[in-house]
């Protein structure tokens, strides 16, 4: 969010079926203001596998179905079976996995179109296969991402090469922008030492694609959505 805000309406689903989470066999449905990681222990307590690199998203379902988030080699659209929503004049669709356009962090639908809950599926599994997964998910995310406040990954990767891998190839680790400085632990992370400004945080995010381009002929495209006003 750029400093300045956004001047217009802001939908934050929460509440009601927004949040509820209901399951049917291998079957869960999920409302878009349902947090990634109720959706991960869902599973769990219904014995089903495949959501369990879910659990350490700070997202919710709507966020993750437009950007089709992943994590540990999973996304999420792998495990969804079905997209209901609503259009600009306020019609309801329903859509099978199989009709929907889905690329790597990125949905089309969901551009003009507003998702109110999506049906996922799980494969049953014995108890101990999910919380061994489940552990796996959280030690990788503790031992390789940083624990200081973030945007998550800022940077798509740029094909074969990590963007994080990259930006420690080029050197960028620890550099900054007033308080907004890339993290040690994973170069792909901006961390916000306390109170950077957005414009900081883009003024360096601008640094990191210039010296990609200038020094290996890299474009970076952010992952991270860039909205709202300048100051
Ligand atoms: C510490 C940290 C770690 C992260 N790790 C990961 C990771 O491992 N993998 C990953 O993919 N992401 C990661 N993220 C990024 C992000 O949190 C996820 O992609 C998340 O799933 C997006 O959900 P959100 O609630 O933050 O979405 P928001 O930021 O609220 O929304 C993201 C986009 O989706 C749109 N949108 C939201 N709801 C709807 C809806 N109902 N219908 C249509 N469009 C909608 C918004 O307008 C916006 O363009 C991480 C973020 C942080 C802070």
Redesign the pocket.
Known sequence: MRDGGIRGVVVH?CGGDFDRIEINGTEITAG?GAK?KELAYAGKAAGLTGLEWME?????I??????N???MGAQTFENVVRLR?LDANGEAHTKNRDELEVHY?NVPI?EQ????RAVFRGQAAPAEEIVRKLKASQEKRRSS?PMAK????IFKNPGPCPAGKLIDELGLKHSRVGNARVSEVHGNFIVNDGGATASEMLELIDKIKATARAKRGIELETEV?I?GEPA
């Open positions: 689903p878009v990634l350490g998203i700070p997202g919710a709507g966020g993750a179905l437009r950007m988030a992943g994590a929503y962090r969901l179109n507003y998702a109110v991402q973030s945007a998550g990954c959505k909205v």
